[in-house]
């Protein structure tokens, strides 16, 4: 019998595209299920009592949420991270929000910044 190693996925969302995450979450939950899933805190509260998924909370995004989920993408331990954002937002977190996207790209990590991305990654063989 071997030990399968689940790979990890990140999912954050912006406030104003919490719903667009749910019903993202909602409508792929069997395949989210063969994750781990970890979030920031209200996204991954959000996404656990819709979907009734296992997620493991960081920080919300403002008080180090985004950055801890950063950290964990330069150890090599999250496979694809799914951030809505809302471009049309203000951000007071914008430092830790463009590092967790540089540190997706200097690691040559999946992220999806959008639901047609997220949707494209998905439904891809690659996870």
Known sequence: MT?????TLALI????KKADMIAFAMDHRDVLARYDLIATNTTGT???EK???PVTCMLSGPKGGDAQ???MVAEGKIEAVFFLIDPLG?????????TL????????VAL???TATAEFIISSAAL
């Open 112 to 114: 999806a910044s959008n």
């Open 69 to 71: 989920i950063a950290a």
């Open 90 to 98: 203000k951000h007071p977190h914008d430092p830790d929000i463009q």
């Open 101 to 108: 996207l540089r540190i997706c790209n200097v690691h040559n």
């Open 51 to 53: 979907t009734g998924l």
């Open 46 to 48: 959000l996404i656990r």
């Open 13 to 16: 969302s912006h406030d104003g």
């Open 3 to 7: 030990d399968e190693i689940r790979k």
